[in-house]
């Protein structure tokens, strides 16, 4: 019992420190992570599905995406980019009364963005690609942001396919229903089946006190 009741505390305390740990590197990076408001406008950035005004299926469809300095923009506007990271994001109307999803000015917490399309070293050059749209990507709106990051990896600008408001040059897309149905089922199997384990260290663990009690008695 002593053992057990031992290497559970121990798996208590492990999880809380590593809880503290990432906790402590979220706070302490904030001072260097910027604002959405503060990240110039630089980059011009292009999203158009090659099958035109249809509505896009996960694994099949692909978009053509460009990216590249902004003509407008100022002299060595570009001389601290060193990658630009491409992210796939939600309009505005995906992201109605789903919290999980919704913008923050604050990049940490925001939540506009969550899909990675690509990372790549910044090249003066025009960049381009051909993106077959993700497997997970669910139903929804999206449009496309690129992020120029300086040397420590922070956002220094950005450019995105739509406008400030987020409501041009916007595709769909409609999840493959029993992809994300598996998926929805393992996730709920996995956590049934830790509360489960839980529960049967705990009779298992209450059972041999018992026994051991008796056997001293």
């Known amino acids: 019992m002593a053992l057990h009741t031992l290497f559970f505390v121990s798996l208590l305390i492990f999880s809380l420190a590593g809880s503290i740990l990432v906790f402590t590197l979220i706070d302490s990076s904030r001072g260097a992570t910027k604002l959405f408001s ?32 902004k003509s407008s923009a100022k002299v060595d506007a570009d001389a601290a980019f060193k990658t630009v990271e491409v992210k796939l994001c939600y309009a505005p109307i995906s992201q109605d009364d789903r919290p999980w999803r919704m913008t923050h000015n604050e990049l940490y917490k925001d939540k506009t963005c969550p899909y990675k399309i690509v990372s790549k070293p910044y090249d003066k050059i025009p960049q381009s690609l051909n993106w077959t749209l993700d497997l997970d990507i669910p139903t929804g709106t999206y449009f496309v942001r690129a992020y120029a990051k300086d040397a420590k990896g922070h956002e220094v600008a950005y450019g995105q396919s739509t406008d400030a408001e987020k409501t041009t ?13 598996l998926l929805d089922i393992a996730s709920m199997f996995f956590s049934v089946f830790s509360v489960v384990s839980l529960f049967v260290f705990f009779v298992k663990a209450k059972k041999n006190s018992r026994v051991r009690t008796q056997e001293v008695s």
């Not at 990240?39 to 590249?68: C, F, H, Y």
């Not at 916007?170 to 029993?178: D, H, K, Q, T, W």
Request: proline residues 4%; negative net charge; glycine residues 6%.
């Open 38 to 69: 503060d990240l110039q406008n630089s980059l011009e950035v292009t999203a158009k599905p090659i099958r035109d005004g249809v509505v896009l299926e996960p694994g099949k469809d692909m978009v053509r995406i460009t990216w590249k300095l």
């Open 169 to 181: 040059n916007l595709f769909s897309v409609e999840a493959i229903s029993g992809c994300h149905l």
